[in-house]
């Protein structure tokens, strides 16, 4: 598709600004910007605070949703191998293995459309192959675990 112009490369950047306290656990709370990388001009804040709870022992991290005023699972590190979840379709975990990573060594998710032959890679702390949009925040993993 034309647009008859360039779309500018777009960075989302996520920031822990503090913590709050809500139904007596400690959410961070998370600012979200976006930045035109071909200027480095920042573009604008959408605005909006994010509030993120780890749930350690079920290693699990939620976003609280301000509207409902309930969790929302954001990431479930607590599946094995043969577990699916689910985007807007299924994926099947068909291997964890560890990948160095500028001198850290990263978990490594390997989900495999349960249909097609595509496949997602997230590595713990850095994202995905795939798309941000897959979910909410790949780049706060290096905030947990």
Known sequence: MSYGFEPPVVATILKQIGDTLIDGKIYRIIKTSYVNVDNAI????????????????????YEYDQYTKKNILLYD????????MFS?????????????????????????????????????????NIDFALSHFFALLSLFF
């Open 42 to 61: 920042n573009m604008h804040s959408n605005g909006k605070h994010r509030y993120l709870y780890e749930d350690v022992l079920m290693k699990q991290i």
């Open 77 to 84: 590190f607590s599946l094995e191998v043969g577990d699916t």
């Open 88 to 128: 807007n379709t299924k994926y099947r975990l068909s291997d964890i293995s560890y990948v160095n990573n500028s001198g850290y060594t990263r978990k490594q998710y390997t989900f495999t459309h349960t249909s097609l032959s595509d496949s997602i890679i997230w590595i713990e702390g850095i994202g995905n």
